[in-house]
Nanobody, 121 residues
């Protein structure tokens, strides 16, 4: 059973920083891309940042220059360093991984349970 467990969310003032972590565990044969998405109340889930197994990154325009995604392949963990946070960054942040389980014949997407990030003005 594969699980993605996020941590690091919380309440911060505008201009502050938070670091999110997401660890994938279980019978994992390999992980391709990992990423972070977010969903604010009344909005659709949107991409924040992704990173491939080789380290190529992609960011939403709204977070470029403020957020940094990274990963530790040995630990099956992805991070999101969020600096210069704004009230509009308030949302539930979800971890995502495209991976293949031991014994599986296909690659599938998995999601974490989400972690709340609240930025006060």
């Amino acid at each position: 059973q594969v699980q993605l467990v996020e941590s690091g969310g919380g309440l911060v003032q505008a201009g502050g920083s938070l670091r999110l972590s997401c660890a994938a565990s279980g019978s994992i044969l390999g992980i391709n891309a990992m990423g972070w998405y977010r969903q604010a109340p009344g909005n659709q889930r949107e991409l924040v940042a992704t990173i491939t197994s080789s380290g190529s990154t992609n960011y939403a325009d709204s977070v470029k220059g403020r957020f940094t995604i990274s990963r530790d392949n040995a630990k099956n963990t992805v991070y999101l360093q969020m600096n210069m946070l704004k009230p509009e960054d308030t949302a539930v942040y979800y971890c995502n991984a495209h991976l293949i389980e031991v014994g599986s014949i296909g690659w599938y997407e998995y999601w974490g349970q989400g972690t709340q990030v609240t930025v006060s003005s």
